[in-house]
């Protein structure tokens, strides 16, 4: 057996149902490719793994609404999404997606493996069932009013607007996002996972790190929010869990049901909770196949370590629905580590794609181009690693122009402005050494004995996923770097025409520390490792001494790392995203607001409090009323088409708006000397618009 460690690394499956914000990028993936980049540095065997989760009745829903298929929808985000990640410099080993005909069978496969082990049980229960369309409805098909918080346009799974969780038979009023009808319950019959049958081992695998008697992993390293929510499912009770679903947009079941045969189009799929995570697995295959490697190394070999980076949202379906699937099968290795993240705020306000309230990765790349570095910068420093953070605009601005431009990349600049301005930037001597040369001044060593540790905490930090930490120790590094600099002050010491050791021994020292910081910088901000390593003119730097450079090595000329970012530029965008960002609908079915009108526009309008003195029926139109009106200033004749909703006698002494400066209009003969102002709802029906107690007729509304 291969006795080295390889590393399994997954980030989870972004949904193809919209394109990337930096919730997405601070909560999953950044962070996973700082360890990734880490591995790779120290020259491990290590696969990194995502893709695209395609399947699911959110994607059908926008399918339909956009009148298009769901592979459309799929194929357009998978699109966006992938280039975001390539241009953002996301080094996934690959980038798969769920709809693959390779994920479809792994998927399929796993699942058959199960069911033939008895894992699953069989259960018929009630679910909602939309009778012209002759569909069950998923969680998202219904909508209604959220019992929680009163909301119109609750979702079965969720409310977008109070955020809390729900099941569709918690809603008031529920109704059928396809045909806008109420549905009715109709018994089908799916699979379930009984979980409850594996809280023995699962609560001893949380809480020790024990499997089977012996050590899995160690739970120290474990977040304390990873193992307070796992602990949390436990202790309430794990219930069984369905893994199917009436759709026809999915991985189908692939073994009969007594109520539908295999693979019935329109019939049952796997939930996406099921098969999402097995992407990881299927990926991992087609990575294999287009490397020549032996996916199983990577799955089921006990010297691989697996490591699930996810959002807190996933942590149950990584640290306890997943490992079951695992365990249960019988081969498979099970996480070593799942270091969830919290949320990332934005500007006050929760991260929400339904209002656009949202700063997207794509956009981002478009209005800052060439400066994915300093977005990681700050989406590490602000990183939501144990409890929620916040990302703000001006924090970009400040940490972009307070650390990477005036400690990092004026450090950087001018240890190679002077170095260019006293020997066109040719050494004249090699590297001083490591701290272990006897013969180095006492300054440098002392500096030395500071620098070194830091490395090591670095490198420890990035091992035990405190990614925050490890970048301000990088940070430190360059203001050491920079002080050292100012203390030596090599620029009053050099004199033209003389040998100036003292300040090339500076000069080189503080190259030698440029070299390290290039070195350090790679998990995190990996162009500008590069472009330091260019402009050193050299490939890489060893982080335990400092020999980079001998006598006579030519560096390039200066250029700066960063650019300071503008006030404009942050208006912008502050701008930007209150201008695009909007509430969740109330009435999602009310029809747009008309174009815009001035104020002045408006208090033109006179609209008045009058009482309907009479009302009879229009004797030429059944759907005309004829009413006078005391406006309060005189008594008018107005009529209106509401005869439909209104009998004559129920209205008369009703007080209402009218608009009374409106021009008179003959209306099927009778001039009509105003409007009576009515509000219709979503299905057309009307209702007056009236004050909420009595007013004196004439009074103005405003």
Not at 43 to 60: K, L, P, Q, R, Y
Not at 472 to 495: C, F, H, M, Q
Not at 636 to 655: C, F, L, M, N
Request: hydrophobic share 35%.
């Amino acid at each position: 057996m291969n006795n080295k460690k390889r590393h399994t690394v997954t980030a989870a499956l972004p949904y193809a149902n919209g394109p990337l914000h930096l919730g997405h990028i601070a909560g999953a993936y950044l962070p996973a490719d700082i360890y990734v980049r880490y591995l790779r540095a120290k020259g491990e065997d290590v696969v990194f793994v995502c893709g695209s989760d395609e399947h699911g009745a959110a994607i059908t829903l926008r399918a339909q609404k956009e009148n298009t298929t769901p592979q459309a929808i799929v194929d357009k985000n998978h699109a966006i999404i992938k280039k975001a990640f390539e241009d953002f410099g996301i080094d996934f080993s690959i980038y798969h997606r769920t709809s693959s005909p390779i994920h479809h069978k792994t998927a399929s496969d796993f699942f058959k493996d199960l069911n033939d082990k008895g894992a699953f049980i069989q259960e018929t229960t009630e679910q909602f069932y939309d009778e012209e369309n002759n569909q069950f409805l998923a969680d998202r098909y219904i909508a209604g009013t959220c019992p929680k918080c009163g909301f119109d346009g609750a979702y079965g799974d969720q409310c977008e607007k109070c955020g809390s969780t729900l099941s569709p038979n918690e809603l008031i009023n529920p109704k059928s996002t396809i045909s806008g009808n109420t549905p009715i319950l109709k018994e089908t019959t799916h699979w379930f996972l009984p979980m409850d049958q594996h809280e023995k081992w699962l609560k001893e695998w949380i809480e020790t790190g024990q499997l089977d008697g012996k050590q899995q992993h160690d739970v120290s390293t474990w977040r304390k929010q990873v193992i307070g929510q796992c602990k949390s499912w436990i202790d309430n009770g794990l219930q069984a869990r369905s893994i199917t679903r009436d759709l026809d947009w999915g991985v189908q079941v692939p073994v009969e049901c007594y109520d539908l045969p295999a693979g019935q189009a329109g019939g049952k799929v796997l939930y996406v909770w099921f098969d999402a995570p097995i992407g990881y697995i299927s990926a991992t295959k087609q990575w294999a196949v287009d490397n020549n490697k032996n996916w199983e190394d990577y799955w089921k070999d006990e010297n691989t370590e697996l490591i699930h980076f996810i959002g807190k949202d996933n942590i149950v379906f990584h640290a306890i629905i997943f490992p079951i699937l695992l365990k249960t099968h019988g081969d498979y290795i099970l996480p070593t580590n799942v270091p969830a993240n919290e949320f990332l705020n934005l500007e006050g306000d929760k991260i929400s794609t339904s209002r656009n309230w949202a700063v997207w990765l794509h956009e981002y790349l478009e209005d800052f181009p060439g400066r994915q570095d300093e977005l990681r910068y700050v989406l590490t420093s602000i990183a939501p690693e144990t409890k929620d953070s916040e990302f703000t605009w001006k924090d970009y601005q400040s940490r972009v122009n307070n650390e990477l431009v005036a400690i990092l990349g004026n450090f950087v600049n001018r240890v190679m402005v002077l170095t260019h301005k006293y020997y066109e930037g040719k050494l004249p001597i090699s590297s001083l050494g490591s701290y272990e040369n006897p013969g180095l001044e006492e300054q440098v060593n002392i500096l030395l004995h500071k620098i070194d540790p830091i490395i090591s905490n670095i490198n420890d930090k990035i091992a035990s996923f405190k990614f925050r930490d490890a970048q301000t120790d990088v940070i430190e590094i360059a203001r050491i770097g920079n002080k050292y600099l100012a203390d030596s002050e090599p620029w009053k010491k050099y004199k033209k025409g003389e040998e100036n050791i003292e300040v090339a021994k500076i000069l080189v020292f503080s190259l030698d520390i440029v070299a390290i910081l290039g070195e350090v910088l790679k998990p995190f901000l990996p162009k500008t490792s590069k472009n330091i390593f260019r402009l050193l003119n050299i490939e890489n730097a060893n982080m335990k001494s400092y020999e980079s450079f001998e006598k006579g090595h030519q560096i390039n000329k200066a250029e700066l790392l960063f650019q300071k970012i503008e006030d404009e530029a942050i208006d912008i965008q502050i701008k930007k995203l209150k201008n695009t960002s909007k509430k969740p609908l109330s009435n999602p079915k009310a029809k747009p607001m008309k174009d815009e009108i001035t104020f002045d526009e408006f208090t033109k309008m006179d609209i008045r409090i009058g009482t309907i003195l009479t009302a009879e029926k229009h004797p030429d139109a059944d759907k005309l009323l004829k009413m006078t009106v005391d406006t309060g200033i005189d008594t008018r004749t107005i009529v209106s088409g509401i005869a439909e909703h209104y009998q004559p006698k129920d209205i008369v002494g009703k007080q209402v708006s009218i608009l009374i400066n409106l021009a008179p209009r003959k209306i099927r003969g009778i001039e009509s000397q105003g409007m009576i102002l009515m509000a219709e709802n979503n299905e057309g029906e009307l209702a007056f618009v009236s004050p909420e107690k009595t007013i004196d007729n004439g009074g103005e509304v405003k």
